[in-house]
């Protein structure tokens, strides 16, 4: 690798906890026990560089990827998808109507709503084991004792969006039925429910090594097919549902996800630790050139209020995921919230910058005389352009640092003075550079703009 670039890691990524499916026991894993059985298991991920990083600019397509004018146009995803995701607060014990009802009311009550969190979203088991005699999806009746529709439309009524989870192959990762073979019927069924979210997994598909097992790590076994069948099947359903891609990164899906759905997974599950959000952020640099109106990398839901992070890194973990134009979907129990974590979850200056009308991501950049990124280790400097201005981000990645760079350095900038706001601290300057001092795992984002 030159001085001056970096290429987005490749390798093992081993600390995601994505396999909710027991393979000998058939059996469902909660978050927390599939945390341990993925140490014994030797599966990875192979991320693939999707460019080198310039010191002096943005990272622009190769002459091989399709233009990034082309994208999935369904009206849909314009700006990163905000909301509540349940699976990492209870996994499948709050797939239920109950639970549903009472996030609904706690994203209006604690001001959510308000800053712009408006799906809620229900991972899986919401559905029952069987289809039922025609073949439809059927929701569990102990579970939404008046159906789906009835939950959907009172968040409705609330001012929220209303999503639910399935799979690309025969089974959910936790053994409920799959799409496969049933997406027209699947789609025009979440249509007449009033669904307008849709998570679409990726276990129980054929593997480039034999079988269909309930995940596939290989790197040259190909989702696009099955992941392009429920993309037009949810395009004729009648009603217009986000179409949320959920397959691990799996065969470099940030090439060619934005013609086929409105976010895409590009990483492993999170893990409850600052070294998987960490791992995660890495890669994301180096496929921010493909997030664009319409279609966001989706780096994973978010881990704040779980007990694995510290302030420090859960202000680091939702800005990296804001400047990085990842969707923004709270895992955790609300009604348990600090207020120091709503606070990072509210803040309206750096929803703003997540929800800029451009849609650029943010990127590594690097300032003169500091060393280069290294492969698959987060570094602290970040930059994006927005509608209105630049990002910088900066992010004390191995400990607290002072970190400072001219503006002359970030790309879209140059010299002379510039207007600089932060966004945590709520400290405003203008000048020709910014220095920080942070302490371990803090982050500070800086919007800046034109001095008049």
């Known amino acids: 690798m030159n001085s001056g670039e970096y290429a987005s890691a490749t390798g093992q990524a081993d600390n995601g906890y994505i396999c909710r499916w027991n393979v000998a026991e058939s059996s469902f894993l909660s978050p927390q026990n599939a945390k341990a059985h993925r140490k014994s298991m030797k599966h990875f991920v192979l991320f693939i560089a999707a460019s080198a990083i310039q010191n002096a600019g943005y990272a622009a397509p190769t002459g091989q990827d399709e233009p990034l004018t082309k994208r999935l146009e369904n009206g849909l995803g314009r700006t990163p998808a905000l909301g ?25 009550s604690l001001g959510l709503k308000d800053a712009g969190y408006q799906y809620l979203n229900i991972d899986d088991c919401w559905a029952s084991k069987a289809r039922n005699s025609t073949g439809h999806l059927v929701a569990d009746p102990s579970k939404w004792p008046q159906g789906i529709k009835a939950v959907a439309d009172k968040v409705h009524d609330m001012g929220l969006k209303f999503g639910l989870y399935g799979d690309a192959g025969i089974m959910t990762c936790a053994g409920y039925p799959g799409s496969q073979g049933h997406e027209v019927q699947d789609a025009k069924t979440l249509a007449s429910w009033g669904i307008d979210y849709w998570k679409h997994d990726a276990c ?22 099955y992941y392009a069948t429920m993309r037009e099947a949810l395009a004729g359903a009648g009603r217009p549902i986000l179409f949320s891609m959920c397959q691990w990164g799996r065969d470099s899906v940030w090439t060619w996800g934005k013609d086929y759905g409105n976010s895409w997974r590009m990483s492993n599950d999170i893990a409850n630790t600052w070294s998987s959000l960490a791992e995660i952020a890495a890669n994301a640099a180096g496929m921010a050139q493909y997030a664009a109106p319409g279609g966001f990398n989706d780096l994973d839901m978010l881990q704040v209020g779980n007990g694995g992070l510290n302030e420090n890194e859960e202000r680091a973990h939702v800005g990296l995921w804001a400047i990085a134009k990842s969707p923004i979907l709270i895992g955790t129990d609300l009604s348990k919230l600090k207020q120091s974590t709503l606070n990072i979850l509210k803040n309206k200056a750096l929803i703003a910058i997540n929800q800029d009308s451009l849609g650029k991501a943010a990127t590594y950049f690097r300032p003169s005389g500091k060393p280069a990124p290294v492969n698959g280790r987060l570094y602290p400097y970040w930059a994006g352009p927005l509608s209105d201005g630049v990002v910088v981000g900066l992010v004390a990645s191995d400990g607290a640092a002072t970190l400072a760079f001219n503006f002359a350095d970030v790309p879209g900038l140059g010299s002379g003075s510039w207007n600089w706001s932060e966004v945590f601290t709520g400290t405003t300057g203008t000048g020709t550079s910014i220095s920080a001092a942070l302490a371990s795992h803090d982050m500070r984002v800086y919007k800046i703009t034109k001095a008049t």
């Open 84 to 108: 509540y995701n349940n699976w990492n607060n209870g996994g499948c014990t709050h797939a239920t109507a109950d639970a549903a009802l009472k996030v609904a009311n706690l994203l209006i």
């Open 204 to 225: 129980y598909l054929p593997c480039a090594t034999g079988g269909t097992p309930p995940q596939c790590w290989d790197s040259r076994s190909i989702t696009k097919e």
